[in-house]
């Protein structure tokens, strides 16, 4: 009875196993099909990618320089006389013409100087007479020989003192005038009010340390800014003309870029620079002179000089088609077989939306214009060359 069921269990066992046998085997020879497939199959298709050709175009950069602007007439309003202010005539910020009055000191003591200049005056003018009377007497008694010629020496030497006792008190008037007309402080020239730091019933003197306000004819302003030297001698290298003076005329106009980063909309012009190297900073000083009809521009504004810069036949490549990896600029250079090769290139320069190529790129040579960001070195690509001209002008 137990060799019967043992034989039964036995029959069942090889029964299974010959049914999964197969199905390992089938199993096993399906995944080593498609493993193979995978490994020796059809590989994807390369990828279409924009590309352009390098180009040499003729461009024009910028420089910028930060300029200070001032007021091409600035004059320190200053009183020429002690006393208290009395009187303030304009407020700070308004445009005044030549001879309007600004202040008025008060004159007192200058007019008491002056009633005692003309006391003193009439005085001289009396001893004047006294000693033309003494003359006039003197001179018939000496022609008569009643008395002696030494006489009329010193009656003569009277007048003449009583002469210039005259011309003194006359010179004593005219400053006691001077110093009352130096009361009514009047705008020297026409322009805009700055800053008033003194107030009426305040003591004014000639020796204070700052002035009442400032005075500014903003008519044109200058704008002062400076230069490196090696920027500088580029700057000079680039312009022609025999001398500084030639190449200032031939200069073409510069803008004014405001703090707000407007342009302003006028141009100037570059007229003078320094006679030497600032030794502490190693720059130099220029000055440019702008137009300011609306009186937008006031001493004390700031802003930048922009200098244009021309560039004949230079290599150019879009922003775009370029990335920045660790203060490094790199393209995709299309090489042989249409395999990537990723190139740094030295800049030299910007032009709108294009990089100035220093080096590092040929004219001729084929770039990736788009889709950087997803490609590696060695990559194979299916090119799809774009206009590079429209390009080029649209940035």
């Not at 009329?152 to 030497?157: D, F, K, M, Q, S």
């Not at 870029?257 to 620079?273: E, F, M, N, S």
């Not at 084929?366 to 490609?375: A, K």
């Amino acid at each position: 009875m137990f060799s019967q069921l043992n034989l039964k269990n036995n029959t069942r066992y090889f029964l299974l196993l010959s049914l999964f046998i197969p199905v390992l085997i089938l199993s096993s020879c399906g995944s080593k099909g498609g493993a193979e497939q995978a490994a020796g199959g059809t590989p994807p298709p390369a990828a279409e990618i924009p590309v352009i050709a390098v180009l040499e175009q003729s461009a024009i950069t910028f420089n910028e320089y930060s300029a200070a602007i001032e007021g091409k007439v600035n004059v320190d309003i200053r009183p020429q006389v002690d006393g208290y202010l009395d009187k303030i005539f304009v407020d700070e910020g308004a445009f005044v013409k030549a001879g309007q009055p600004l202040f008025k000191i008060n004159d007192r003591v200058y007019q008491e100087q002056l009633n005692t200049a003309n006391a003193a005056m009439e005085a001289a003018k009396a001893s004047l007479r006294t000693a033309q009377i003494e003359v006039n007497k003197i001179k018939p008694l000496v022609q008569n020989k009643v008395v002696s010629e030494v006489q009329l020496n010193t009656a003569e030497a009277n007048y003449s003192q009583a002469q210039a006792a005259v011309s003194q008190a006359k010179s004593t008037i005219a400053s006691a005038k001077i110093n009352i007309g130096f009361t009514l402080i009047k705008a020297p020239i026409s322009g805009f009010i700055g800053k008033i730091p003194k107030r009426v019933g305040n003591l004014v003197s000639k020796g204070d340390p700052e002035p009442m306000t400032t005075l500014s004819d903003t008519k044109d302003v200058y704008a002062y800014f400076a230069m490196s030297e090696p920027a500088f001698l580029q700057f000079n290298a680039q312009v022609k003309g025999a001398n500084m003076a030639e190449k200032l005329k031939r200069l073409p106009p510069v803008s004014l870029i405001l703090a707000d980063g407007t342009t302003y909309p006028h141009k100037g012009r570059i007229q003078i620079v320094d006679g030497q190297f600032d030794k502490n900073t190693g720059s130099i000083s220029l000055r440019a002179i702008f137009p300011n009809p609306q009186g937008l521009l006031r001493s004390g504004n700031t802003g930048k000089i922009r200098l244009e810069e021309q560039h004949e036949q230079v290599v150019m490549v879009p922003k775009a088609a370029t990335m920045d990896v660790q203060d490094k600029i790199f393209v995709y250079l299309v090489g042989p077989k249409n395999k990537l090769e990723r190139r740094a290139i030295t800049i030299s320069g910007k032009s709108g939306n294009n990089y100035l190529v220093k080096d590092g790129l040929k004219k001729g040579e084929t770039i990736v214009y788009s889709g950087l960001d997803g490609l590696a070195e060695e990559a194979e690509i299916k090119p799809k060359p774009l206009n590079a001209d429209s390009i080029y002008r649209a940035q």
